[in-house]
């Protein structure tokens, strides 16, 4: 891999003046891409937009924009016209194009980047105040948390980001937030140099796109980027982040666990969210009224105070506002009980370590896991959890390596490894019903609900990613859902 780490725009010259009437080329055109168009025009700059797809390409030449062929860019001298480049979070440091931009000496933005000085130029109102989300699993929740408390205490305020609303958008709104909880992935952070946060916070750093950064220490030096601002935030209940806190360039940094907070940080004494990290002792919140439930949605919980309380929020807000938050689907979400046995959706847990959370919030799992684990070790999360393992139901790519570990540190349980076509032993109603990996999914339920009895949970957490049979984690979370609500009583208790 190339590596590249981009540098903080030290003079903006002054903000964003330089790229009046220059070229600015847009690598990729996604959502991310899209929200560049309108604040490029509004700062004088011509944007240029280049994608791999012919689709994409297409689409923005139909929509007038002007557009390069990567083997034009590519040619000596084919990237002199560009004053910056700004990339979508999806290209990696190596891309030809990223790669041979530096190389040239031409700046290369992330997205956020180029969304920061937009903000810090007051191009659509006054500066907002940050709150960054970033960690392997969590982020989402924490985000939707943060915002909920910021609702709650009558801010006005937007959920942005990796969460699905670009920045860019959301500055762009009328009337503005004043504002922003912003979700930011690695690959965000990692083209984003120059963002100082009002507050940020690290969730939790575990393998997960190792293959982009080219290795732990990279992805979490990418992760720690959320702690260069006015107050950082680590989990201290994780062994990355809380290493990070003594990396971090916050002007304060404080912690969370899921346990008795010492001074300075927050968190759970006899089911209370507790701060001690902002006032003497202030109880925030009943760990009862937490959603989701467990430790995660607990930890989420208190990263979303954190963030929250830094700015001055009243703990009567915070816990306002987490009452108020209920999960989004397909993270940790409850699809229906059925003869005692609770049927509960965390497609979103794309992770060993996000499965892992998922696992140990509920006392007896038939596991529903499998998908591409990305070079993700699974030896762990199995030997940690495999005392709340009543069965195990596995599908997709990596389905072997995931059965491997159950039989050398789980051999007790029951396991079932699906294959793509498998559908064998459905009705021929539910044949007609599902089809392709919609199919699997059927049958690893009602395999799954067999397992089951009267307490136990059939938990959907694939520690994996979806797109060897799936759309995405949210196709694969639909299916799910879908196959449970086609199950009746008979289904429980009675496996094949």
Known sequence: MVEHTPRALRSPGPMLEFLRGRDV??????VSGRSLIDPLRDIGARPVVTDAGTAAMTEAAELGLATAATESLLEPGGLDRFALVITSP????????????????VPVW??????????????????????????????????????????????????????????????????????????????????????????????????????????LDAYAAAKARALMGRVGVVGLDDPVAAALARKSRARRTVGF????????????????????AFTKAAILAEVRDISPP????????????????SIDVAPQFVKEGLQEHKVGPHR?????????????????????????????????????????????HVEDLVEETAERLVAAVLFGKDAPVIAEALARHAPD??????????????????TSEFDGADAVMARAVRIA???????????????????????????????????????????????E
């Open 294 to 309: 467990g430790p995660a949605g607990v930890a989420d919980a208190l990263a979303a105070a954190a963030l929250t309380r």
């Open 110 to 215: 992330g997205d956020v980047e180029f969304a920061w000085w937009v903000d810090q130029a007051r191009l659509y109102g006054p500066v907002r105040k940050w709150l960054v989300v970033t960690g392997t699993n969590g982020k989402t929740t924490t985000t939707q948390m943060t915002h909920a408390i910021l609702r709650a205490a009558g801010i006005p305020s937007v959920a942005c980001g990796n969460i699905g609303l670009p920045i860019l958008d959301a500055l762009r709104r009328t009337p503005g937030p004043q504002v922003l909880a912003v979700e930011l992935s690695s690959f965000q952070l990692h083209w984003a140099p120059s963002v100082r946060p009002e507050a940020g916070v690290v969730l939790n750093v575990a393998e997960d796109h190792l293959d982009w950064h080219g290795g």
């Open 90 to 105: 999806g290209w990696r440091p190596d891309s030809p194009v990223l790669a041979t931009a530096v190389a040239e000496g």
């Open 413 to 430: 349980v029951p396991v079932v490894e699906l294959g793509s076509g498998d559908d064998a032993g459905m009705s021929a109603e539910l």
């Open 257 to 276: 666990r899921v346990g008795v907070p010492a001074d300075g940080e927050l968190g759970v004494v006899d089911g209370k969210l507790l701060d001690r």
């Open 332 to 376: 940790a979400a409850s699809v229906r009980e059925l003869a005692g046995v609770e049927f509960v959706d965390d497609s979103k847990a794309t992770n060993p370590h996000a499965a892992r959370s998922s696992i140990l919030a509920h006392e007896r799992v038939v596991w529903l896991a499998g998908g591409l684990l990305k070079g993700a």
């Open 25 to 30: 080329l847009v690598a990729g055109w996604g």
């Open 449 to 495: 609900a067999g397992y089951a009895n009267r307490g136990d949970t059939v938990l959907l957490a694939p520690a994996a990613a979806s797109l060897d049979m799936f759309a995405d984690y949210t196709h694969r979370g639909r299916s799910f859902v879908a196959a449970v609500q086609a199950l009746d009583e008979g289904d429980i208790g009675s496996p």
